[in-house]
């Protein structure tokens, strides 16, 4: 995903300290280009600096969690509104946008 130039720390607090993802250092040679990579289990999101940056809007990731209600209250306590959407196949669904305007979709087994 994109972010804009020399906004990392806001990367790491949305998505480490509100999200939960555990911060993963980048390799040297790509650490100078900017940007934060993130895990939770198997799966990585990477935030690459690009500019001109432009928010997607649209297309996103969705992320399987265990307490939607849980993450949903911390996302509000930082200020953070999620969206409610239909529940799809067994799943509950909402969205968020990041720090940046990326929109993110949290989704839990019901």
Known sequence: MAMPSGREAEAVAFYAGVLGLDEVPKPEELAVRGGRWFRSGAVELHLGVDEPF????????????DDLAGLEGRLRAAGIEPV?????????????????????ELIERV
Not at 54 to 65: D, E, I, Y
Not at 87 to 96: D, F, I, K, L
């Open 84 to 104: 409610a959407d239909i529940e799809v196949e067994g799943h509950r669904r909402v969205y968020v946008s990041d720090p940046f305007g990326n929109r993110l």
């Open 54 to 65: 432009v928010p997607a809007r649209k297309a996103h990731p969705a992320l399987l969690v």
